[in-house]
């Protein structure tokens, strides 16, 4: 389920593991969503590059065989990335409970 909804996420926006596990009615959950996050990394399907953590910080870069992987793939995207965080956090943020409705 948390690879379904990270497949939604459009291009040149993220969201975060919190905002995940609340829209699937799991809010406290983040880590959980971080664990199957680690395991999407196998299906070339699954944006795993869009999932931030709350402050927009690429916390999952180490999961992407290259420490820069994960910056190349958002600013291919438009987003910028300054010290391993999104510039601009809050206007490329997606909210699955509010765009999903």
Do not use: C
């Not at 990270?6 to 959980?32: C, F, M, N, W």
């Not at 699954?46 to 420490?67: C, D, I």
């Not at 190349?72 to 601009?88: R, T, Y």
Request: aromatic letters at 6%; zero cysteines.
């Amino acid at each position: 389920m948390v690879w379904d909804v990270v497949r939604l996420i459009p291009p040149g926006r993220v969201t975060t593991y919190g905002h995940i596990a609340e829209y699937l009615g799991a809010k406290g959950s983040a880590r959980l969503v971080g664990y199957a996050m680690n395991a999407s990394h196998s299906q070339p399907d699954v944006p795993a590059h869009r999932v931030v953590n709350r402050k927009g910080l690429l916390t999952g870069k180490h999961h992407f065989g290259h420490p820069e992987r994960m910056q190349q793939l958002l600013e291919a995207e438009g987003l910028i990335v300054q010290n391993d965080q999104i510039v601009d956090f809050e206007k490329h943020l997606w909210v699955p409970s509010r765009e999903l409705r």
